[in-house]
């Protein structure tokens, strides 16, 4: 199962179709940068090499350059899941707290593989699930483009639900436009985590229909660079660590925050071998 560990809980997208317990969360709240080295230091001495660094977002994080390094020294390949925005300038979250731009430069040479959300080819369809007032897709693309010029692997995620369902074609012709791009994930939507569960009415879609757009853009592409993830598989693969160090498997994500299968929590050395057990299942 693939590692995701939470690092932040300053996300200001408000996406409808959050997926992030960390919403939940006081606003803050985060784990200890000691907690997450010291048991990623004995994850990795039990086989965990990977892991996916997110948040709400995690470039929202004081020291999230300092923690990226020191993850780097242990000797793990890091995945980064970002909207980005941070990339190109200061992001202002409220009257007390701006978030200041992300050294492009630093970050693409200590993430092996950073995801940037790509869900719509326009402003219209791309808001619908994650809104916001800034010329968004043109946004992304400078954000792609700006990593790019550092050398970035760069990954395009896109959540695709019944929002954004005919537009697909369109989004595959901007990733197809972006030479340099090394993977793009389309995920079928899946209700989990609070808000996700609250709208799943406006996003979410058959499998069968997933599976439609999956095979018509497999042959009008046939790019290796495309991986599509249907809900039923993906929710069998991760194990989440929150802000709180609470582990668990996405597939118990329920409504109720205390309804997920908390396998152990960071913070307690005794749980870490009951979690790395979870983790090495196939
Ligand atoms: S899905 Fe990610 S970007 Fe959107 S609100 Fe949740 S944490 Fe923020």
Redesign the pocket.
């Known amino acids: 199962m693939h590692l995701n560990i939470f690092v932040s809980q300053r996300?200001f997208?408000?996406?409808k179709g959050?997926?992030?317990h960390?919403?939940e969360e006081k606003c803050g709240e985060m784990l200890d940068t000691n907690n997450i080295l010291n048991f990623l230091k004995y994850a990795y001495k039990k086989g965990i090499k990977k892991l996916t660094i997110c948040?709400?977002?995690p470039l929202t994080r004081p020291d999230i350059m300092d923690l990226l390094k020191q993850i780097k020294k242990i000797g793990y390949y890091i995945s980064l899941d970002t909207?980005g925005s941070s990339i190109l300038k200061d992001i202002k979250i409220n009257t007390k707290l701006t978030i200041p731009k992300t050294d492009a430069k630093i970050l693409s040479r200590t993430v092996d593989m950073i995801g940037i959300p790509i869900d719509g080819s326009t402003n219209d369809i791309f808001t619908m699930f994650?809104p916001t007032k800034e010329d968004i897709v043109k946004q992304q693309i400078d954000i792609c483009n700006e990593l790019h010029k550092y050398g970035a692997n760069i990954c395009i995620n896109t959540v695709l639900h019944k929002g954004n369902i005919e537009d697909i074609f369109e989004i595959a012709k901007i990733i197809h436009s972006l030479e340099y791009v090394k993977k793009w994930q389309v995920f079928e939507y899946e209700p989990f985590g609070k808000y996700g569960i609250m709208n799943k009415h406006l996003f979410e879609i058959s499998d069968n229909k997933f599976l439609e757009i999956k095979n018509k853009i497999e042959k009008d592409y046939n790019d290796e660079r495309i991986q599509f993830k249907n809900s039923k598989l993906r929710n069998k693969l991760y194990i989440l660590i929150d802000n709180s160090g609470d582990s668990y498997i996405s597939s118990t994500c329920n409504l109720k925050r205390n309804n997920r299968k908390i396998i152990g929590n960071i913070k307690e050395e005794k749980d870490w071998p009951k979690i790395i057990k979870y983790l090495k299942m196939k």
């Open positions: 996300c997208v408000y996406c959050c997926y992030s960390s919403r948040g709400g977002d909207l994650r």
